[in-house]
């Protein structure tokens, strides 16, 4: 558990005051051990300590800093206080790459919530060689988006090695079952995108590209434009009706980065989609087709100005979410399924309970700080602007684990 070099600080919540914030501090008050040192960090010190006093007697000597996310100053003392930076403060394009920065400059270890593909490619391009240099792991989507999907194919992965059963190639993620509530982050960043796709050809180009967070795009397959929604379909493989699964957009994208930065050790020949699974039958038709037909008439509203503010009105806001009793009754579960380049098959089952955009999330983002902060000595040795699965890989796993989530993966044939 050490944690080397001399800073006030282990892990700092940035981002403490806003909904999701709270609930990562409060799961590290809880969660943590005794001697890790956690602080709040946000923009109003007033609003920090009404929340310190929230969190009951244990967070009593948890320190504040006030740091404004356009602040470049302030956000490089607070990184420089710290070993680990955890924020939640979106949408991270227009609030995350000062921070960003100001991590890689100060050698500190970053883990976010970040959906936004835009935002990850231009951490990319602007520090993954710096970040390299430093040592530094920084690591984004570190919640429902894209931890249970990244470290899925992870032990897909491991479990196929371990038996020499060739390499992975067509790989389908199916959502089970999924009881949450919509995130106003998650909207306010399809809003965001859809704007600023609307305004810029490469943008664009960026956001339709399947291997856009790729670190070397031309050894990359060329499978042209991928659509956004995955259609109503009857997937005779997997034996049930298919339709679109909305964190699919940045899932797909992390875990191909995730094979390129290995060495492409998934396979070269490694194919990766995500889908919500209706069963089979009329039933399980009628509902894939309402999803399709519900996410693209919201993907087609978020981009149409004029009635921007009906939507605004009825859906809800970044800084909001849903009560206790719906995040504890809020659960996911999702299996990630592989056919192998020896005809073998594989299955990874991933559940966990809570609201997956809130409650789950924030053990996942909790525990990868906690990773970053104390299990240096076990982690991939590996640094720039990483993955879960490349930055934490397994020891993230078996955090999870300990938290109460499931992971597992084995041969079905």
């Given at each position: 558990?050490?944690?080397?070099?001399?800073?006030?600080?282990?892990?700092?919540?940035?981002?403490?005051?806003?909904?999701?914030?709270?609930?990562?501090?409060?799961?590290?008050?809880?969660?943590?051990?005794?001697?890790?040192?956690?602080?709040?960090?946000?923009?109003?010190?007033?609003?920090?300590?009404?929340?310190?006093?929230?969190?009951?007697?244990?967070?009593?000597?948890?320190?504040?800093?006030?740091?404004?996310?356009?602040?470049?100053?302030?956000?490089?003392?607070?990184?420089?206080?710290?070993?680990?930076?955890?924020?939640?403060v979106g949408p991270y394009w227009i609030n995350g790459l000062?921070?960003?920065?100001?991590?890689?400059?100060?050698?500190?270890?970053?883990?976010?919530?970040?959906?936004?593909?835009?935002?990850?490619?231009?951490?990319?391009?602007?520090?993954?060689?710096?970040?390299?240099?430093?040592?530094?792991?920084?690591?984004?989507?570190?919640?429902?988006?894209?931890?249970?999907?990244?470290?899925?194919?992870?032990?897909?992965?491991?479990?196929?090695?371990?038996?020499?059963?060739?390499?992975?190639?067509?790989?389908?993620?199916?959502?089970?079952?999924?009881?949450?509530?919509?995130?106003?982050?998650?909207?306010?960043?399809?809003?965001?995108?859809?704007?600023?796709?609307?305004?810029?050809?490469?943008?664009?180009?960026?956001?339709?590209?399947?291997?856009?967070?790729?670190?070397?795009?031309?050894?990359?397959?060329?499978?042209?434009?991928?659509?956004?929604?995955?259609?109503?379909?009857?997937?005779?493989?997997?034996?049930?009706?298919?339709?679109?699964?909305?964190?699919?957009?940045?899932?797909?994208?992390?875990?191909?980065?995730?094979?390129?930065?290995?060495?492409?050790?998934?396979?070269?020949?490694?194919?990766?989609?995500?889908?919500?699974?209706?069963?089979?039958?009329?039933?399980?038709?009628?509902?894939?087709?309402?999803?399709?037909?519900?996410?693209?008439?919201?993907?087609?509203?978020?981009?149409?100005?004029?009635?921007?503010?009906?939507?605004?009105?009825?859906?809800?806001?970044?800084?909001?979410?849903?009560?206790?009793?719906?995040?504890?009754?809020?659960?996911?579960?999702?299996?990630?399924?592989?056919?192998?380049?020896?005809?073998?098959?594989?299955?990874?089952?991933?559940?966990?309970?809570?609201?997956?955009?809130?409650?789950?999330?924030?053990?996942?983002?909790?525990?990868?700080?906690?990773?970053?902060?104390?299990?240096?000595?076990?982690?991939?040795?590996?640094?720039?602007?990483?993955?879960?699965?490349?930055?934490?890989?397994?020891?993230?796993?078996?955090?999870?684990?300990?938290?109460?989530?499931?992971?597992?993966?084995?041969?079905?044939?």
């Amino acid at each position: 558990m050490a944690r080397g070099g001399k800073r006030d600080l282990d892990i700092v919540v940035y981002g403490a005051s806003g909904f999701a914030g709270r609930l990562v501090a409060k799961y590290l008050v809880e969660h943590a051990p005794k001697d890790v040192r956690v602080g709040l960090a946000g923009r109003s010190a007033a609003k920090l300590a009404d929340i310190r006093r929230g969190l009951g007697p244990k967070a009593a000597d948890i320190a504040l800093i006030e740091a404004d996310s356009a602040d470049s100053d302030a956000l490089l003392a607070m990184a420089q206080s710290t070993h680990v930076v955890a924020t939640t403060v979106g949408p991270y394009w227009i609030n995350g790459l000062n921070l960003v920065g100001a991590c890689v400059e100060a050698g500190t270890h970053y883990a976010d919530l970040t959906g936004e593909v835009l935002f990850e490619r231009a951490s990319i391009d602007r520090f993954d060689d710096a970040a390299r240099q430093a040592g530094v792991r920084i690591v984004h989507s570190c919640g429902f988006d894209s931890i249970p999907s990244d470290l899925g194919v992870l032990l897909l992965h491991e479990a196929v090695s371990a038996d020499g059963a060739g390499d992975m190639e067509d790989t389908t993620l199916v959502v089970k079952s999924l009881r949450g509530s919509l995130s106003g982050g998650t909207i306010a960043t399809g809003k965001l995108e859809a704007d600023l796709a609307k305004s810029n050809r490469d943008h664009r180009k960026v956001i339709a590209d399947p291997y856009a967070l790729s670190p070397d795009r031309a050894e990359e397959p060329s499978l042209g434009p991928e659509k956004p929604f995955v259609t109503a379909q009857y997937d005779s493989e997997l034996r049930t009706w298919v339709g679109p699964f909305i964190m699919a957009t940045i899932n797909t994208r992390a875990v191909r980065r995730s094979n390129a930065l290995q060495g492409w050790e998934y396979g070269r020949r490694f194919r990766y989609r995500e889908v919500t699974g209706f069963g089979d039958g009329p039933t399980g038709a009628v509902k894939a087709g309402a999803m399709t037909a519900g996410l693209g008439t919201m993907a087609a509203a978020l981009g149409f100005a004029p009635i921007r503010p009906l939507l605004d009105r009825a859906l809800p806001k970044p800084g909001e979410g849903p009560s206790e009793k719906l995040q504890r009754e809020g659960r996911f579960k999702i299996e990630i399924h592989t056919r192998t380049s020896t005809g073998a098959r594989y299955v990874a089952k991933i559940a966990a309970p809570g609201d997956p955009g809130y409650a789950a999330t924030a053990v996942m983002l909790g525990e990868a700080a906690l990773c970053l902060a104390l299990d240096q000595a076990s982690l991939p040795k590996r640094a720039g602007v990483l993955t879960p699965a490349t930055a934490m890989g397994l020891p993230l796993v078996e955090r999870l684990r300990a938290a109460g989530h499931k992971y597992e993966a084995h041969r079905v044939d």
